[in-house]
């Protein structure tokens, strides 16, 4: 009896579109709204319901996220988010409430991923 065996990134939900070498982007059912991840370990996770066109400006803009991360600008947890703009600047912390994001200094808030926020300023600029 013959079988076929599954592709291995289709087991493990690899978009093979988006995905580079270092880089995996993971489909996925992402709640509230939300496109894409980029993750600490270098992974994206993509929702699965977008098209190709939205799938690739989303893994576009995670891939700044990743780079902010590894030039040691942006970091993040499940409870806040640390913003270094260059090596002069202070780092600043802000803390994750549900899909908010709240400067802890000024108490303002913004839903995660809007434009007001350095790191994703840059990240729409650059991709």
Do not use: C
């Not at 059912?29 to 496109?35: C, D, F, K, S």
């Not at 690739?56 to 703009?85: C, F, I, P, R």
């Not at 709240?102 to 600029?125: L, P, Q, R």
């Amino acid at each position: 009896m013959a079988f076929k065996l599954k592709d291995f990134s289709a087991l493990v939900g690899i978009d093979k579109e988006t995905s580079s070498y270092g880089t995996p982007v993971f489909k996925k059912n992402l709640e509230g709204g939300v496109m894409a991840e980029a993750n600490n370990d270098g992974t994206i996770f993509v929702d699965q319901s977008l098209s190709k066109k939205e799938k690739e400006d989303a893994v576009a803009h995670e891939k700044v996220h990743l780079e902010q991360m590894a030039q040691g600008k942006l970091q993040y947890d499940n409870n806040t988010v640390t913003w270094k703009k260059d090596t002069r600047s202070p780092a600043r912390v802000y803390k994750r409430m549900g899909n908010h994001i709240v400067n802890i200094k000024t108490g303002k808030s913004a839903s995660e991923g809007h434009k007001d926020f350095e790191w994703e300023e840059e990240a729409y600029k650059n991709s």
